[in-house]
């Protein structure tokens, strides 16, 4: 006679009600988040007269590829979008590079005026950038820089910098400074310590730092609005103002402008996004 073993059930794992809530609110906020940018995607992949004759979040029966054509030519963004391309890809490296570096040192290079330095730095962050426009117009104007590349990017990096370098110290503080001192014994230059063994570890917080800076620059407009002038200097969002206020009514042309602006930003957080949380996180918890 053969016995049969009972079979054990294993207790059913009971929901934590907060986790759900959690996810519901997150779910929430994503949809509210991506509604807008729907509605602007799917306008402007349409005709114009769909545009009045469809809901608003509903899909293009046919995608009107030529709004972006059109809307490309009639806003010049040929040449905005070089100024923004040209004014981004030397601001966003340089800053990252000098705030870097003086991260570096502020953290691990030993003199008296370490701390006094950094308040000094973190002064630029406290202060808003819109009640500096007047003196920083009078500066630039009195150097002839306005309507230049150097007269934008230099105020770009002033603005910029403390900030990465509030971000970059504590990150490099939580180094053990013996790690510097047994690499200065065996000959090493505070520059090779930096370039071999600092930055390479520091490449998740610089990431998540050149996306910020990098969606901050492209979409920057008050300064650039002061500081460049002419027409031919102007930047993306300058472009898009100006297309806003001349085609106003052809709403398809009007969102494939937008959606040509706000592209190149997306991509650069789409390739750089996973480094975005962990590299953040670590800049301001350490230290």
Excluded at 71 to 95: C, E, H, Q, R, Y
Excluded at 169 to 174: E, I, L, R, V, Y
Excluded at 245 to 265: E, G, R, W
């Amino acid at each position: 006679m053969t016995t049969t073993s009972p079979i054990v059930v294993a207790p059913r794992k009971r929901r934590d009600p907060v986790l759900i809530g959690l996810w519901i609110s997150l779910v929430l906020v994503a949809i509210i988040w991506l509604a807008p940018v729907a509605f602007i995607t799917f306008t402007a992949m349409k005709s114009e007269s769909e545009v009045f004759s469809s809901a608003a979040f509903a899909l293009p029966s046919k995608i009107e590829w030529n709004n972006f054509a059109l809307a490309w030519a009639k806003g010049d963004f040929n040449n905005t979008f070089w100024n923004s391309t040209v004014i981004t890809l030397v601001k966003v490296p340089l800053g990252l590079v000098i705030s870097a570096m003086a991260a570096y040192a502020l953290a691990q290079i030993r003199f008296g005026w370490n701390k006094m330095l950094l308040v000094f730095l973190l002064f630029g962050a406290m202060i808003p950038f819109q009640v500096m426009l007047a003196p920083l117009f009078t500066l630039v104007n009195s150097l002839s820089l306005i309507d230049t590349y150097p007269g934008i990017i230099l105020p770009y990096l002033a603005f910029g910098v403390p900030y990465q370098v509030f971000i970059l110290h504590g990150f490099f503080k939580a180094i053990p400074k013996e790690l510097t001192e047994a690499a200065l014994i065996d000959g090493a230059s505070h520059f090779v310590i930096f370039r071999r063994i600092f930055l390479p570890v520091c490449l998740p917080v610089l990431a998540a730092l050149l996306i910020l800076d990098f969606v901050a620059t492209w979409n920057e407009f008050a300064m650039a609005l002061v500081l460049l002038q002419d027409k031919s200097m102007w930047t993306l969002p300058l472009g898009l103002m100006s297309f806003q206020s001349q085609f106003s009514n052809n709403y398809s042309q009007l969102n494939a402008a937008i959606v040509i602006t706000v592209l190149p930003a997306t991509l650069v957080y789409l390739i750089f996004q996973r480094y975005f949380v962990s590299g953040l996180t670590s800049g301001a918890v350490k230290g």
